[in-house]
């Protein structure tokens, strides 16, 4: 996709390098048309998307050799992989109000550094407590990474590019699901549990390099926006009630959909006896059910509206939860069909829900409604990890004993989340953005729930 193709010559007023603000030319040293200059930061914000989205979602399918490894039980690996949620919930809190006081490139490539740092520590771990401190290093940096990365397209990109950066930019998570994960994991199989973090961080740190020399400074909102503190931040954003509604939304979703997926690798090899060597063709086939059906409920909840079309994914939701966390030992193409058709529901009601959520926000609000929606959206993953974790012991078989019933949990929560969405309420007219799902979009959304809980479709809808 040409995110340029609209503007063979641009005037100055369509091009963002030729104002000081964005000093690119002085930044790269050379000549290169303004065409060429965006693409490479836009494959910047890709290749950085993908890596820490990769990064988050690969640790999951990994149990299998986690637990051998560092003699793990259902809580100890919950804490790993809430370990990242919290930190980046946390920090996405403490941190949001202040990074406006800092060009963009500072922080995208502090961030990046210490999230690369973060990950080479976790293939590096030679103890589960040291493991479990990795992951927070890495949640720390990481957890905003997908905030500034839009943040950088609205800078950058003229508006009549910019949905096509963003759509470029949203495909990463896509392209994590179908292809990382799954050759992370291989990779993960056949060399160990540390192989991945090692090729992430390998991947990531040329592309920081490149990202030092052609990233424009990006500072000039440093004197055009007012810097709020912290208690002002925290007011505006949890004391409004359409926000409040909002984050209730956010906070059971994430919740119900991590209470299950922490563990979905693990009590598929334990439980149902799938081969490890299968898992990558699992969440390959999830990933792909995923990109070809997000698009469709995006455009079907364009049609009929995104409520109900919620109500019939959360529902159709709450039943394969119910569904995965009950099943017997069943053959390959079965477990297949299954964890496909959760991770298109799972991520499938996204699609509506990022729709009503940006919608319910003021424009005006949004950039700063973003950090504290990141910021909720990890800690309820992190805590649906944590208590999935509590709520289930190992058998001597090594099977999981209790996953039925964190499936009855997960699917009462995501039954009420249709109440909660009930109650959320359109701020005025809403953005034709905000109405129209599009496609990019709702690949992103869709990975959102699948995955990560990282980050971004309200800057999306906002650029």
């Known amino acids: 996709m040409d995110v340029t193709s609209e503007a063979s010559s641009p005037t100055p007023r369509e091009n963002p390098y030729a104002s000081s603000q964005l000093p690119v030319t002085q930044a790269i040293g050379g000549n290169e048309p303004p065409v060429f200059r965006e693409k490479l930061i836009l494959l910047i914000l890709v290749i950085v998307q993908f890596t820490s989205i990769v990064d988050f979602m690969v640790i999951i399918p990994l149990e299998p050799q986690l637990k051998p490894a560092f003699g793990l039980s259902p809580s100890d690996f919950g804490w790993i992989v809430s370990a ?3 930190a980046a919930g946390i920090v996405a809190l403490l941190l949001s109000p202040f990074l406006d006081r800092f060009g963009r490139r500072t922080a995208f490539t502090t961030l990046y550094s210490g999230f690369l740092l973060g990950t080479l520590a976790c293939g590096l771990a030679p103890t589960y407590h040291t493991l479990l401190a990795a992951r927070f290093v890495t949640g720390a940096f990481g957890g ?7 943040a950088i397209v609205g800078d950058v990109f003229p508006e009549h590019r910019r949905g096509r950066a963003s759509g470029m930019l949203m495909a990463s998570f896509a392209l994590a699901s179908i292809f990382g994960v799954p050759i992370g994991l291989y990779l993960g199989q056949q060399f160990g549990w540390h192989t ?7 991947l990531g740190l040329p592309i920081l390099f490149l990202a030092l020399r052609v990233l424009p ?3 000039e909102h440093r004197s055009a926006r007012k810097i ?24 059971l979703m994430q919740f119900g959909g991590f209470l299950v997926v922490t563990f979905l690798s693990a009590y598929l090899v334990q439980n149902l006896k799938i081969e490890k060597e299968s898992l990558p063709y699992l969440y390959s086939l999830g990933g792909a059910m995923t990109l070809i059906g997000s698009p469709l409920i995006g455009r079907w909840a364009d049609k009929v509206g995104k409520p109900p079309v919620y109500r019939v994914m959360a529902i159709a939701a709450a039943a394969v939860y119910l569904l995965v966390t009950h099943m017997p030992p069943v053959p390959l193409v079965v477990a297949m069909f299954t964890m496909g058709l959760l991770m298109l529901c799972n991520g499938g009601r996204m ?21 504290a929606y990141s910021a909720v959206q990890h800690l309820s993953a992190g805590l649906g990890s944590f208590v999935a974790g509590k709520m289930m012991t190992t058998a001597a078989d090594n099977s999981f004993v209790g996953y ?6 997960a699917s009462g929560v995501t039954l009420l989340t249709v109440w909660i969405a009930s109650q959320l309420r359109i701020y ?7 109405e129209e799902t599009s496609i990019p979009e709702a690949i992103a959304a869709a990975a959102q729930g699948n995955a990560d809980a990282t980050d971004p479709l309200v800057a999306t809808v906002e650029s």
């Open 84 to 86: 990242y949620t919290f």
């Open 144 to 150: 905003l990474l997908g905030g500034i990365a839009l």
């Open 228 to 251: 709020e503190s912290l208690g002002e931040y925290l007011r505006e954003m949890f004391l409004n009630r359409n926000h409040q509604w909002a984050f209730a939304l956010t906070v």
């Open 217 to 219: 400074r990006l500072d």
């Open 428 to 434: 005025e007219e809403p953005t034709a953005l905000a």
């Open 404 to 409: 039925g019933n964190v499936g009855i949990l």
């Open 351 to 371: 699609v509506p829900a990022m729709a009503m959520i940006t919608s319910s926000v003021a424009p005006a609000r949004r950039g700063s409604f973003l950090g």
């Open 196 to 202: 991945p973090f090692f090729i992430i961080a390998g």
